[in-house]
Every structure is written in C-alpha cells, then in structure tokens.
C-alpha cells in the first residue's frame, strides 16, 4: 500500500516510465510515416501525421511527443472539430470568433489554449490548428453512413462518440493566418491520425473510478480498472477504426501499445492515480495539487512544460464538441437508436 513518500511528483519512477515507453510507443508508429498518395499542393508534403485534438491531457501529450520523434521539417496538423448543437445554439453559425457557436464549444476553447501553449513550448514546429466546424444539417446528413459505420453498436453515446471522430477524421475545415483574419479551406493530408484511446482506462480518468476508490478504496479502484480494460476492444477499439478510417486514414493508439500496456497494467495503481494521496498544506510543489485521475499523465505534462494541460480536467468527447443531445426529447447516451 502507498506511502507519504509514494506521492507521485516529477522525480517519481511511473512518471519516468511512463515517459519513456510512451515516447518509443509514438516513436514506433509515426517515424516512417508515408506520404499520402493524393496531395494535392507541395506545401502539403511535409504533413504525415495529424492528431485527434481536443485540446485535453491525453491528446497533448500525444501531440508534444510527437515533436521529440518527428523531424522539424515536418508540420503537425490538430484536428479539432466542433458542432453547432440546435439544442445550445439557437442561430445559425457565424464566422466571428465572438458569435461563432463553434467557438464556443469547449473542445474548441480548450483546443485554442492547448495549441497556444505547445507553439509556446515547441517553437520550431510548424502546428496546423485545424478548426473542422460541422453545421447540425450536416450532421444529420451523415447520420446513416456514421450509424452503419460504427454498427453493431447502436447506443445514442456511440453515435455522439462516432459523429466527433467522423468529421474530425475526415480532416478538412479552416485554418487561420497569423491575424485571425486570414481563413483559408484546408484538408489535412496526413495518412496517419493519432488517437488518445486508452489513457482514461489505464490511468484512471472518468469519473466512475474516483467514484470506485471512493466507496471501496484502491481494491474498488483496480476492479473499475479492469473491467474498463477488458472491455475496450469490444466497446470502443472496432467502432472507432472503422469510422476513421472511412476516410483512408489509419488510425494509431499509442497508449494501447503492448509494452506501455504491460507497463501500466502491472504498475501499482497509486503510481497511476493521485486518489487517496493529499498534498502537504506545507507544500510549496504544485504537482501535488493535480487532480488524482491520470496523476501520473498529468505530472508527465508538467515535466513536459505543459503546466496548463496538466490541470485541465477530463470532458468526453461527446459534451467537449457538443455531439451529445443534438435532438429534442429526454433521450440519454444509453438509449438505443429508434
């Protein structure tokens, strides 16, 4: 059982760790990334490699690991997608950055202060920001080829889930010039997506294992682990390969790697999570302030100069871009499509 002195900080074992297999685990999957076959414009060649950016931990990290592994000729596109939700937004979409509902979508507020601190902290790469903005007639003129697609599952949460990764997967929205001012259309024409899968199952980040350790402690806590494992070939592996790569790209999990799995999966869960370790009030070290879900995730960002992504707080992808609840009525994530 933990310790005082087993409070995760940047000095701790895990975070060592956990750095170094994630790191290889990127390294192996985007190193030798080919070249899309239909680029369209040379000033396109040099982007490979785009990541499912919402602006959250997970994705971040993915994105400034990426930078270590990949030569500085190349440009990283982020894709990050919000949706005009009739439920929240009662006009239609502007293009001002103040009227936009785009704008203000989380992900999309989240999205543009993460990207703001990786140019900070990664001056030399060229970071495409990507704003993939997805009117509520389009969605629903996707709605059939998005339920085929992620079929056999066929809850009101996977089609939320599935519609945010279909038309952030497709890759094509607007970038914008140094001014804001200047919007040109984009298509990324990366062959290679990164995807942030696994990271909430292994390190503990929805709100069901804070809930788990609450009532049972560290045992209830690695029980919720496992079944979350356990399940996430079946539950979200299957659907989201076959939604993103409708677009011809292929998408990689770094987090699912089998040596960080192997890792994680025999690492001591208070090495993973902060739950049940409280910060010194004679402590001047803000890492021991950090939320306990995906502790170890979370001090890695800070080590990785990321202080702001490192206190952001965990948002499904289905609220972050406002997917879920598009319709009127009292339908609930669990519900099975009519």
């Not at 952030?168 to 970038?175: E, L, P, T």
């Not at 997917?323 to 339908?331: L, P």
Request: hydrophobic share 35%; aromatic share 8%.
């Amino acid at each position: 059982m933990p310790t005082n002195s087993s409070t995760l900080c940047i000095e701790s074992p895990s975070v060592e760790r956990l750095h170094s297999v994630l790191s290889n685990s990127i390294d192996l999957r985007i190193r030798n990334v080919r070249q899309a076959s239909d680029v369209r414009d040379s000033s396109d060649v040099d982007t490979k490699v785009a990541v499912l950016f919402s602006g959250g931990l997970d994705c971040t990290v993915l994105a400034r690991l990426a930078h270590d592994t990949l030569a500085m000729s190349e440009s990283v596109d982020l894709l990050n997608v919000a949706f005009q939700n009739p439920r929240i937004h009662k006009t239609k979409g502007s293009s001002d950055l103040e009227t936009s509902p785009y704008e203000l979508c989380p992900d999309r507020v989240t999205g543009r202060r993460s990207f703001a601190e990786i140019q900070r902290i990664c001056p030399g790469r060229h970071w495409r920001f990507v704003e993939i903005n997805i009117p509520y007639t389009e969605t629903t003129g996707h709605r059939e080829a998005v339920i085929e697609l992620m079929h056999p599952h066929n809850t009101e949460m996977d089609l939320s889930i599935s519609y945010a990764l279909y038309f952030a997967s497709r890759g094509s929205g607007v970038i914008r010039g140094s001014n804001d001012a200047e919007v040109t259309e984009y298509t990324t024409p990366a062959h290679v997506v990164l995807s942030g899968l696994g990271a909430d199952e292994l390190f503990g980040g929805y709100q069901r294992h804070a809930t788990a350790f609450s009532r049972l402690g560290f045992p209830g806590l690695v029980e919720e682990l496992e079944l979350d494992i356990n399940r996430l070939g079946k539950r979200n592996l299957g659907r989201d390969d076959r939604v993103i790569s409708n677009w011809g790209r292929e998408a990689r999990f770094p987090y699912l790697d089998e040596t960080l799995l192997a890792w994680a999966l025999a690492c001591p869960v208070w090495e993973k999570c902060g739950f049940g370790q409280n910060a010194s009030k004679q402590s001047s070290n803000p890492v021991r302030e950090i939320e306990p879900g995906k502790k170890v995730l979370r001090v890695l960002a800070w080590k990785l100069g990321m202080k702001e992504v490192a206190v952001e707080r965990k948002r499904a992808i289905q609220f972050g871009a406002r997917t879920a609840k598009m319709e009127m009525g009292k339908s609930k994530g669990t519900h099975f499509l009519s």
